[in-house]
């Protein structure tokens, strides 16, 4: 069982930044993808961004430019920063691994509300 911790979430002003942090229990090395997903009240879950094993990143366009995905091997973490955020950020936001013999992690998810 691979067991994913997040942190890092909070209230946050318009244009504001922070950023969430997950540890995993599982080496890099059977990761195959990590990242994060969002879902905000009464929509559904969406991808926010992931690494590839590769360290190739994706985003989702609303995110682009604005936010940035990053690893640490050796902590085995991934980190979210987010910058210049909007309101229509605010959700909770939940880490998500997939490991390369395909089975798929979540964590407990962390609240990001952005809001004056």
């Known amino acids: 069982q691979v067991r994913l911790v997040e942190s890092g979430g909070g209230l946050v002003q318009p244009g504001g930044s922070l950023r969430l942090s997950c540890a995993t229990s599982?080496?890099?090395?059977?990761?195959?993808?990590m990242g994060w997903y969002r879902q905000g009240s009464g929509k559904q879950r969406e991808l926010v961004a992931e690494?590839?094993?590769?360290?190739?990143?994706d985003y989702a366009d609303s995110v682009k430019g604005r936010f940035t995905i990053s690893r640490d091997g050796a902590k085995s973490t991934v980190y979210l920063q987010m910058n210049s955020l909007k309101p229509e950020d605010t959700a909770v936001y939940y880490c998500h691994a997939k490991t390369t013999w395909a089975s798929e992690y979540w964590g407990r998810g962390t609240q990001v509300t952005v809001s004056s």
């Open positions: 690494i590839i094993r590769t360290s190739r990143a």
């Open positions: 599982e080496t890099f090395v059977n990761i195959a993808t």
